[in-house]
């Protein structure tokens, strides 16, 4: 059973480029959140899709986008790449509930560095 | 909104011996899960131990057991036996119970060394 997987692993764009990071979440799931990370930092929630819709979205500017798509899998865009985009970005998985707690699982992260 | 805190950056353990992480949080809500997060060199995050607001009793997991002070708004990880396994970031998170949400609010996060 896969677990989720993230890609690139590694990164590395200048300041003002675009960049799309890649999700596949973990079989059976069919809700994706990305975090930021930031050196030294915890990580900080973007936003969250649910049924190919940005269900929840943190405190990140426009700049940020994402989508999902049918079979799941969804896509981090970043446009007009600034210095402080560097970081880890996070992918978590889970299967939406109408209740009780439901595990979100975490990918290895997608390590991009703007220059 | 709601902020988690951990005030110690570092620490580290003897192996087989015990130690004690901490974290604070604030928060205006009743119902919620506070977590502990390992997350290893590899980078990936491992979910260590959950706790659910409602419950008064403090989760165990093997090793890993937390003591939670609902009205402190304390939430800390005691490790014992301590293995180099072990030695990790570890992140105390927060999530509301309300509305569905699946948001996690992390803390800075602790470096955990084990020595042999």
């Known amino acids: 059973d896969a677990g989720v997987t993230q890609s690139p692993t590694h990164l590395i764009k200048t300041r003002g480029q675009q960049v799309t990071l890649r999700c596949s979440p973990k079989s059976g799931h069919d809700t994706v959140s990305w975090y930021q990370q930031a050196l030294g930092q915890g990580p900080q929630f973007i936003f969250q899709?649910?049924?190919?819709?940005?269900?929840q979205r943190g405190n990140f500017p426009d700049r940020f986008s994402g989508h999902q798509f049918p079979n799941y899998s969804s896509e981090l865009n970043v446009n007009a790449l600034l210095l402080g985009d560097s970081a880890l970005y996070l992918c978590?998985?889970?299967?939406?509930?109408?209740?009780?707690?439901?595990?979100?699982?975490f990918g290895p992260g997608t390590r991009l560095t703007v220059l | 909104a709601q902020t988690v805190t951990q005030s110690q950056p570092e620490m580290s353990v003897q192996e087989a011996e015990t130690v004690t992480l901490s974290c604070t949080y604030d928060t205006s809500e009743s119902d919620y899960y506070l977590f502990w997060y390992k997350q290893p060199p590899s980078r990936q995050m491992i979910l260590v131990i959950r706790q659910e607001a409602y419950k008064q009793q403090n989760a165990t997991e093997n090793r890993f057991s937390v003591n939670f002070q609902k009205a402190a708004k304390s939430f800390s990880l005691k490790i014992s036996d301590s293995q180099l396994g072990d030695a990790a970031m570890y992140f105390c998170?927060?999530?509301?119970?309300?509305?569905?949400?699946?948001?996690?609010?992390f803390g800075k996060g602790m470096k955990l060394t084990v020595n042999p």
């Open positions: 998170a927060y999530r509301s119970a309300q509305g569905g949400s699946e948001k996690l609010v």
């Open positions: 899709y649910y049924e190919e819709e940005e269900r």
């Open positions: 978590a998985s889970s299967l939406a509930r109408m209740t009780a707690y439901n595990e979100q699982f």
